[in-house]
Nanobody, 116 residues
Framework: QVQILESGGGLAQPGGSLTLSCSTSGNITKLTFLGWYRQAPGGQREMVAAILEVGHTIYTDSVKGRFKISRIDETSINLQMNLLKPEDTAVYYC???????????WGQGTQVTVSS
């Protein structure tokens, strides 16, 4: 059973930085999408940043220029979050999609709180 392992959440001040890390407990291949979603209290889960199979990166508009997603190896990614804002406060979930067979993997979520 493959598990998604997340780390790096916590408390940061506005303008500060945090780095989220995501990896898998097993070696899985044919990954088409590796990324981060977030869900604020009372809000819907939204895509924050992702790396596609072809290597392209995508970001939601509100984090462009502040967050950077990077692929560490076949099954690991980091999300560097800079210039954090209170509205970045949410539970962040790592999501990995496998192409063959088609399987969606979700992490348990890690809390990010931006507050002074």
């Amino acid at each position: 059973q493959v598990q998604i392992l997340e780390s790096g959440g916590g408390l940061a001040q506005p303008g500060g930085s945090l780095t989220l890390s995501c990896s898998t407990s097993g070696n899985i291949t044919k990954l088409t999408f590796l990324g981060w979603y977030r869900q604020a209290p009372g809000g819907q889960r939204e895509m924050v940043a992702a790396i596609l199979e072809v290597g392209h990166t995508i970001y939601t508009d509100s984090v462009k220029g502040r967050f950077k997603i990077s692929r560490i190896d076949e099954t690991s990614i980091n999300l560097q979050m800079n210039l954090l804002k209170p509205e970045d406060t949410a539970v962040y979930y790592c999501y990995i999609k496998r192409r063959e067979p088609v399987i969606d993997y979700w992490g348990q979520g890690t809390q990010v709180t931006v507050s002074s």
